[in-house]
Nanobody, 121 residues
Framework: QVQLVESGGGLVQPGGSLRLSCVAS???????????MAWYRQAPGKQREKVAQ???????AYADFVKGRFTISRDNAKNAVYLQMNSLNLDDTAVYYC????????????WGQGTQVTVSS
């Protein structure tokens, strides 16, 4: 059974921080250590977009709009990927999802429920 379980979202003021977690299970993620993983987000009325990815090597890459503010990491022993988000701003409001690292989010066949991040004063 394929599962992606995201957590850690919430309501935060501009400038605040949140740490998102995701646990992946099922055949598409096995073994977890062999797959690059990514965080995506979808704001109301907008397309889903990639935020950050972490490679098999542990190397990382970020979208320009989060570079220097967000940090992605992984724990292969727990099949988990994390997103530390600092200096949040209003534009970061979205539902955040994790998944394998696809060239485009439309390539994914399954998604978890996501976790809502709301930045508001």
């Amino acid at each position: 059974q394929v599962q992606l379980v995201e957590s850690g979202g919430g309501l935060v003021q501009p400038g605040g921080s949140l740490r998102l977690s995701c646990v992946a299970s099922g055949e598409p993620f096995s073994p977890f250590s062999r797959y690059a993983m990514a965080w995506y987000r979808q704001a109301p009325g907008k397309q889903r977009e990639k935020v950050a990815q972490v490679y098999i090597s542990g190397g990382t890459a970020y979208a320009d709009f989060v570079k220097g503010r967000f940090t992605i990491s992984r724990d292969n022993a727990k099949n988990a990927v994390y997103l530390q988000m600092n200096s949040l701003n209003l534009d970061d409001t979205a539902v955040y999802y994790c998944n394998r690292d696809f060239a485009s989010p439309v390539m994914a066949d399954y998604w978890g429920q996501g976790t809502q991040v709301t930045v508001s004063s």
